[in-house]
Each structure stands twice: as C-alpha cells, then as structure tokens.
C-alpha cells in the first residue's frame, strides 16, 4: 500500500528513488517547448522527459533517427526555461554516443551545459556500457532504456512487444541490473510483457519507469501528443488519450476561419 504523497519543491534523482522506497508511483511525460512545459509542470508531474520523439512529433519524422544534437538542445533549453519542479531528462540522440564513449561524454555535457537540464537518457544495455560510465564519472545522471529501443527500430524491424523470449528476457534482466550497478538513477522499460516488468523493478533499487510495460513499473511515461489526443493515428495499446484535441482543436481553427470569413471576427468589441 502506497504511503501518503510526499510534496516536493523540486524533484531530483534522489527523490525518484526515495518515491520508489515509498510506494510512490513517477510520473513522467515529455514536452518540448516552452509554452506546453509550463503547463506540465504546474500539474506537477516529477520528470519530463525531452524526448528524441520530437524528431515524430514536433518535426514529423518517421523515426527518431533524424533529429540532431543541436536540435536536442534547442528543445531541451526551451523546457528548462519553463519550470520550476520537475526533473528534465533529456534523450542522447541516435549517434551521439553509441560508438565512441568520448564522443558520448562530449556529446552530455553539450546538453548539460548548453540546456541546463538535468539528466540524460541513453538507450540501450551491455554494448553501450563504457558510453554510460564515461558519462556517468564525470557526474551527469544518466537514465536507462530498455526493451523496445526506437533507435534501434532497423536492426529490429519492427515496434512490437520486445523481450517475450527467455533468452532476450534474460538478458534485459541483467541489463537492467549493470546499469543500476554503474550508477544509473531509473530505467525506461518499453514495451515488454508487464510479468518481465515486475521482475526487473522488484530486482533493481532504482526506479523503472514503463511505457508499453505494465502497472508494475514504479513510474509511467507518455509522449504529451499522444496522452492529450494531438495526435490520432497512433493507437498502441499502452495509450490512454485523456483529451481529442486533434478534433477539439481542428472544430475550433475551423470555426476561427468561418467567423473571418463572414467578417464576424473582429467584431466592434475586438478593435480599438
């Protein structure tokens, strides 16, 4: 049973671990700009995460492969100047530290220093492992992702439910266990079988947060777009939309046309 809810004037990497010893559940969602960051920062959820999924939906990509470092950064910096409470973790982009730890490192404190955010987040397990201690000694917290890894989307083929064999479950396992060794502060499982979900966050002291992975994890995480329905062609299961602002949005711009084009808007009380 989750003890009462803690407030806190500012999250830190510390109080997403003290939430997890709590019961507390994480709430995480991304944002990318100034303007939307206020707004989720003042419901006062605990991380947000600057998500290389701008590269779909803030620049209509089909995959996060394209967005850049620099584009990273400029996203990362508006957010920062939004908020006052919650953790900003910021995604490495694809190429900005896979093959080359010093290039990894390099490549963090560019966003450190240039955004002012908080946290980076790195995809991938074993093969990425010098990359995470390189970046982690020089005192940048670094957060996991595990399972379904979208920069990993054409070695894989495909977005489907990762990890359901025993031998790719095993190895997310322990994954999972050297990044929480190395000194990573949570870990991002997607899309995996919720069972797998609960296995890992009851073997880690650190939290995971899911998307795709089940009420198990100890936090949850959503890309802001699709919880609030901007989007609406993307339909996993994982995703409640809590608003159609695609529809809502679309009846009112459409309504804003009509009205100027019977020269309804402005009206005598909109001019000086």
Request: hydrophobic letters at 40%.
């Amino acid at each position: 049973m989750s003890t009462a809810k803690k407030e806190y004037k500012r999250v830190t990497v510390k109080s997403l671990v003290d939430m997890k010893q709590q019961g507390e559940k994480i709430s995480m969602l991304t944002a990318y700009d100034y303007s939307m960051a206020k707004i989720v920062d003042a419901a006062k959820v605990d991380v947000i995460l600057v998500g290389d999924s701008a590269s779909n939906v803030m620049a209509g990509h089909e995959t996060t492969l394209p967005i850049t470092l620099d584009q990273m950064i400029y996203h990362a910096s508006s957010v920062i100047r939004a908020i006052e409470r919650a953790l900003v973790v910021v995604d490495l982009p694809f190429g900005s530290y896979q093959s080359d730890p010093k290039e990894a490192l390099r490549s963090a404190i560019r966003i450190m220093k240039e955004s002012g955010a908080h946290a980076v987040k790195v995809e991938g397990g074993a093969e990425i492992k010098e990359s995470v201690k390189r970046i982690l000694a020089a005192g940048i917290p670094v957060m996991g992702h595990l399972g379904l890894t979208p920069q990993s989307i054409y070695k894989f083929g495909t977005y489907t439910v990762r990890a359901k064999e025993d031998d790719e479950a095993e190895k997310l396992i322990e994954d999972a266990k050297m990044l929480e060794k190395l000194g990573c502060f949570g870990i991002v499982l997607e899309k995996i079988p919720a069972d797998l979900t609960k296995v890992v966050s009851e073997k880690l002291t650190i939290p995971t947060i899911g998307i795709g992975g089940g009420k198990h994890a100890d936090g949850q995480v959503l890309v802001i777009h699709d919880l609030l329905g901007m989007t609406h062609e993307f339909n996993p299961r994982f995703l409640r939309r809590y608003m159609n602002l695609y529809e809502e949005m679309g009846n009112a711009i459409s309504e804003y046309v009509n009205d100027v084009k019977r020269q309804d808007f402005p009206n005598d009380d909109e001019q000086y």
